[in-house]
């Protein structure tokens, strides 16, 4: 199961909005609405902050929302703080029944 | 508060063993389905394995890289995941998270694990 693909970094500076891309096969991403998103700053413990596409976990900030449109799902962050800068992953369900993480983006708010 | 802490990391040649265990709190442990998911220096994370709940049958699935030398087991009556890794390789050196739930709810802060002759 080769791993999802994702940019290497994004950027942007605060206030604005980045979306951050996780494209896979129909095996995966765009076979089933089992995409979640997480935050990891390094040294910490990664959050989960999208599950199944588009929903937030109690506690994470509205300004997180998910979307999916055929093999590609896509987190946004609008209204970027300093805070936000942290490495995403996303990962998604497979169709032989294992998981599969995406290489990971890098943000860096400007 | 749901709490996830690993140990059981160390240096281990090329060839050895190890058990990694992760204790849960704050959740119905017996309830939650466990992962094990692993970040190996300067890369990004690796899905290992996963261990449904025993209502949901038990059962482990593995990630290529690993099945075969990698084994999840868990103890309701602890609250306690076991990563049995064997024959470990160089490239197994890496951070390891136990991760509950099916969406990796909530993650400890890992245990790390260095491969090295």
């Known amino acids: 199961q080769s791993a999802l693909t994702q940019p290497a970094s994004v950027s942007g500076s605060p206030g604005q909005s980045i979306a951050i891309s996780c494209t896979g096969t129909?095996?995966?991403?765009?076979?089933?609405?089992?995409v979640s998103w997480y935050q990891h700053h390094p040294g910490k413990a990664p959050k989960l902050m999208i599950y199944?596409?588009?929903n937030r976990p109690s506690g994470v900030s509205n300004r997180f929302s998910g979307s999916k449109s055929g093999n590609t799902a896509s987190l946004t962050i609008s209204g970027l703080q300093a805070e936000d800068e942290a490495d995403y992953y996303c990962?998604?369900?497979?169709?032989?029944?294992?998981?599969?993480f995406g290489g990971g983006t890098k943000l860096t708010v400007l | 508060e749901v709490q996830l802490v690993e140990s059981g990391g160390g240096l281990v040649r090329p060839g050895g063993s190890l058990r990694l265990s992760c204790v849960g709190s704050g959740f119905t442990f017996s309830n939650a389905w466990m992962s094990w998911v692993r970040q190996a220096p300067g890369k990004g994370l690796e899905w290992a394995g996963r261990?449904?709940?025993?209502?949901?049958?038990?059962?482990?699935d593995y990630a290529a890289p690993v099945k075969g030398r990698f084994t999840i087991s868990r103890d309701d009556s602890k609250n306690t995941v076991y990563l049995q890794v064997n024959s470990l390789k160089t490239e197994d050196t890496a951070v390891y998270y136990c991760?509950?739930?099916?969406?990796?709810?909530?993650w400890g802060q890992g245990t790390l694990v260095t491969v090295s002759s």
């Open positions: 991760t509950t739930g099916r969406y990796f709810d909530y």
């Open positions: 990962s998604s369900h497979t169709s032989t029944n294992k998981m599969v």
């Open positions: 199944d596409v588009t």
């Open positions: 261990i449904k709940s025993k209502p949901d049958g038990g059962t482990t």
């Open positions: 129909d095996s995966d991403v765009g076979g089933y609405d089992y």
